[in-house]
């Protein structure tokens, strides 16, 4: 239950920025509910419509809600693919949780070299600090790699470049 309740303040903190920032017209007008972040139907589909139209941070939260099952149900498939669109736009908190798909085989079939990949991607991208479980998830693949494999999957790292999400048909 305290996970729950966790998850679902992080996802409404994380609704009021993506909601502020993509959303910028109605936000900025302020013709928002002023009760919208209790209003779970209404931020579930402004969530679903701005990551379809490729909003990244849009895609890694509805990533996050369908990976732990709040206000939608529980789909690893579905995680597995906002993730798999906001990591490629370089949302680093999606690229972490991309890694740890690919590491524990959750969506997609488990990869140690993709995994090692997108968790080392995300601590260069600005996790390191902030979520040392991204060290963990590379460091975990990477035990499951040869030296070589390590060294390739570095190497993708250092020639990596974001790219923008088409939006969902």
Known sequence: IAVKAVALAAALMLTASVLTEAAEGPAARGTLPANWSRDYERSQTLWVDLAERGDPKAQSALGFLYLIGLWLDQNDREAFHWFEAAAAQDVPE???????????????????????????????????????????????????????????????????????????K
């Open 94 to 168: 999606a690229q972490y949780y991309l890694g740890t798909m690919f590491l524990r085989g959750r969506g997609v079939g488990r990869n140690a070299s993709a995994a090692f990949f997108w968790c080392e991607l995300a601590t260069t991208g600005g996790l390191a600090g902030e979520l040392p479980a991204a060290h963990s998830c590379r460091d975990e693949a990477a035990r499951a790699l040869t030296s070589d494999d390590v060294r390739s999957a570095a190497l993708r790292v250092k020639t990596w470049n974001p790219t923008p999400s088409p939006p969902r």
